[in-house]
Every structure is written in C-alpha cells, then in structure tokens.
C-alpha cells in the first residue's frame, strides 16, 4: 500500500462532508470542549462509525495523551482511517456492524471516558438505535459521556424545516461552482483508485449507495439516552439542520 496519499484522502473526504456541513468543523471543536470539561484532557475515546477517523483526528491533535478506537463497518473509509494513523499507537481500528447485538465484544476496553460520534447514527433506524443506546451506555464508565453530532430533526416544526432545508441547499448549489465533491462523485473517485477499488466495491455490496435511516428530535435522542441509563442529556450546540447531544452517564 505504499504510495497512497493517506493524508490527502483524508483531507478529500473531509471537504466532501463539510460540502454537506460547512460548520462540521466546529461541531467537533464544541465536542473536544465537552469532553475536556467533563473528563479532561487525556481521555480513552470511543470514535463511533468513525468513517476515515475524522474526530479521531481532532481528538490527538488537540489532546496528545488521549487514546481512541475506532469502530466502523465500511472497508474503504476503513482503509483510509489505517494508513493515515499507521503507526500511531494510540488508535485502534475495529470492523463491526452496529446492529450486530455482539459488536461491542470485538472492542479492546469494556469501558470508556468518551464515546463520540458525527454524521452516522441517522444511517439507523429508531429501533436498532435505541438498543445500540443501550450498549454505549453500558460501554461508558459513570462520570464519563456521549456526544451525538446530527442531523436531528423535530416533526413539530414543518415551516422552519422547509426553509432551512432550502437555504442549505441553495448554499451548497453555489459552493458547487466552486468545485466541491458530493457524496457519489467522492466514491466514483474512490473507486477509479487502485488502492481503493476492491474495498470501496466491498462498501457498495453492504451498504448500497448508503443505509437508510431516520432523524429523530433532539428531544428523543435526549430521552432515549436517559432511559439507557444516562444521568443527564441536552444539546449543547445546534446550527439551523444539526445538533450535538451530550449525555453523561
Ligand atoms: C457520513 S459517515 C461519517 C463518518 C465520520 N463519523 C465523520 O464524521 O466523518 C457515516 C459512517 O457511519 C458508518 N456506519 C453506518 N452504519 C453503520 C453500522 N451499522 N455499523 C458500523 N458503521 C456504520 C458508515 O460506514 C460511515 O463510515
């Protein structure tokens, strides 16, 4: 595998989402923050459906002495996540599905200080998420936390939804011009690449062109982390579509 810009897709994969999310990157400045504030600087992270590692990234550059493992179940953004931390010996990569009811029996620690995660837990449904609650709350050590950075999205208010949806869309049209990548075209690079051809075919066969989910409320996503045995949970930041839920066990 040498020769492969590990860095460069990294940096590839990060542009494409902020196309999605142009204030993704201070999302996860507001979740270090959380996770400083509530169980310090040298933190065992849990990076959930951690994609290329992206908070994973963050997480050493900002706090040197934390550790993270990374889980996810897509191959090729897998690749990635391995060849741009080669070497590093805080960072521990797993393949699992999260709606496999055993996943969490193939993590190196039973107990984490901070389980994070960004952009994925929308590919669930509201019923395999709430049992997936269930096992981080059981793989979060008492005093320890949960972030949830997402769309969320709440029923009860139609109007706003409408018009936030059609400014960001207008927002992303214009940032098109200026030759930002969306989702497809992203993997039909992924896959013209020689490195990345056979997993990223590997991805289409599990996910298709990617799983289907849904959004709940802020509110639910509050409630549901109670119930699995949270102490506490609210959003401590929201933009007009997304919205970073912390709970504290
Ligand atoms: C849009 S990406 C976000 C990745 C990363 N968290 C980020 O912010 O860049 C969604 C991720 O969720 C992962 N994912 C979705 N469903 C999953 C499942 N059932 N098990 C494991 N990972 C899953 C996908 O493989 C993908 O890496």
Known sequence: MTGTDWAGWQQSWDRQQEWYMPDREERFRVMLDMVEALVGPKPRVLDLACGTGSITDRLLKRFPESTATGVDLDPALLAIAEGYFAGDERVTFVTADLKDPAWAARLPHDSYDAVL????????????????????????????????ADHMIDEATPRINAAERARRHAVMDRARTGGALDWAEWWALAAADPVLAGPTARRFEIYGEHADGDMPSPRWHAETLRTAGFGEARAVWASPSDTLLLAVK
Do not use: C, I, K
């Open 117 to 148: 995660t960004a952009t994925a837990l929308h590919w669930l449904h509201s019923e395999p998420l709430t049992a997936l609650y269930g096992q981080v709350a059981g793989l979060v050590r008492d005093g320890g936390v949960f972030m949830n």
